[in-house]
């Protein structure tokens, strides 16, 4: 049968239900490690923080890898993306936020012992938190 039969998601119906924050995790690991305690980035003040040449540039490639797979939503006020991954867990993508030049992804985790909930924040190496 067509695409009609999978409900219009096509091959990507498939991959949608088979990722999972873990695996996504993994296979990135080698470009934004995760700490033992399950935590990307570099401990801020209340959010993780990833120190980097370009943020916006490193915050799309950051939710792409770990946002693959999944299920990518609009978000309805207009200034981000969601996806919403195989295993529940929902990804949060904002390039603009309150925080001036500094992109921030939220993770909502579903069901993986070895990865927390967590906001990070993409800033420039030279920023000062002071």
Known sequence: ????FHGGFGTTHGVYHQSSIDNN??????????????????KGKNCRIV???SPQV????FYNRL???GKKIPLKNGKGMMTVLGDGTRIVHRLITKTKDSPAVEI?????????????????KEYNYD
Do not use: C
């Open 25 to 42: 995790a993994n296979s990135m690991k080698t470009i934004y490690p995760l700490t033992k305690s399950g935590y990307f980035g570099e």
């Open 108 to 124: 909502a985790i579903s069901g993986s012992p070895s990865i927390k909930n967590q906001k990070i924040h993409f800033v420039y």
């Open 67 to 69: 946002s693959n797979g």
């Open 51 to 53: 120190l980097t040449d």
């Open 58 to 61: 490193t915050s799309v490639d």
């Open 1 to 4: 049968m067509g695409a009609g």
